[in-house]
């Protein structure tokens, strides 16, 4: 960051918040990532496996579709389950949609709440909201930006709020959309 961009008091904390920013969208990335190769490798083998044609396109296909979040890889699923039923006729298409399911299923409740909140933080109603108002800013490029964007903005807001800037450590506070339930404290009785 430019010295003279800001007054010599808020450079430190606005440097620790953008550290932080960045690590976050860095670990979105690189869950996302692993999540859309799941995604695709799963799908992809089911479609190898019930003899659906081009089943490696596919697979690319949902790759690059699961970055869009929600609907990315249930669209790219859908292409897969229409060529089944197109090329390999109805029983077929069903065995697709059943794989889709699977693991779409297993992408949902297993991996996105597991890797997703450990990696950013973001809670999966803030995920939809985000991405429900970042598609209605911006269209695609919107809905595909919003999650890093509003995860770094969230870091970087509880970097500076928490004062983690002044040790140089991760904030050790709730974050905003945090996805692990906070302890209560008890009542003495």
């Known amino acids: 960051m430019d010295a003279q961009a800001l007054p010599a008091q808020g450079a430190p904390a606005a440097d620790a918040a953008a550290r932080n920013g960045w690590d976050t969208v860095i670990n979105y990335a690189r869950t996302q990532m692993l999540v ?3 995604d695709a490798v799963g799908i992809g083998a089911g479609a190898a496996l019930l003899g659906v044609p081009m089943a490696i396109p596919v697979a690319v296909l949902v790759f690059l579709g699961s970055f869009v979040p929600i609907v990315g890889a249930v669209v790219t699923g859908a292409v897969a389950v229409f060529l089944a039923l197109v090329y390999n006729g109805i029983w077929i298409a069903v065995a697709m949609l ?16 597991i890797l997703m909140g450990s ?26 930006f919003a999650v890093p964007l509003a995860a770094f903005i969230n870091v970087a807001a509880v970097t500076i709020s928490t004062g983690a800037w002044r040790t140089g450590e991760e904030p050790d506070a709730d974050l905003i959309w945090s996805t692990v339930p906070r302890e209560r404290p008890r009542r003495n009785r």
Not at 98 to 113: K, N, R
């Open 36 to 38: 859309a190769a799941i």
């Open 98 to 113: 059943g794989v889709v399911l699977l693991v779409q299923q297993l992408e949902g409740h297993i991996l996105q709440p």
């Open 119 to 144: 990696a950013v933080k973001v809670h999966p109603l803030a995920v939809v909201l985000v991405v429900a108002g970042g598609a209605m800013i911006a269209r695609i490029p919107g809905a595909l």
